[in-house]
């Protein structure tokens, strides 16, 4: 299992649009992936799911990654973070 915090670079937060990608990220692999936010812990497979956690900018969240592929995974996500979120 691999657990790992991010900072929420873009200002406006973790809306519908970035969301998508985010679930059709977490949804091309094997691992089970969940987002943390507080002490709400949600699975990656839904809209409702990640909009529910109300993610502004400047939040720290921590994602949970637990499976075959979850490195790979891990280095998907952590791209997504990092190059990926701040352009949506």
Do not use: C, V, Y
């Not at 937060?13 to 998508?20: Q, Y």
Request: glycine share 6%; no cysteine.
């Amino acid at each position: 299992m691999i657990t790992k915090d991010h900072i929420i670079l873009a200002p406006q937060g973790l809306h519908a649009r970035p969301a998508t990608t985010l679930i059709r990220l977490a949804k091309s692999f094997k691992s089970i992936i969940s987002l943390k936010k507080g002490d709400k812990t949600i699975k990656l497979n839904s809209m409702l799911n990640i909009l529910s956690l109300t993610i502004n900018g400047g939040e720290i969240i921590t994602i949970i990654i637990d499976g075959e592929d979850e490195n790979e995974a891990e280095t998907a996500i952590s791209q997504f973070f990092t190059e990926q979120l701040k352009d949506l």
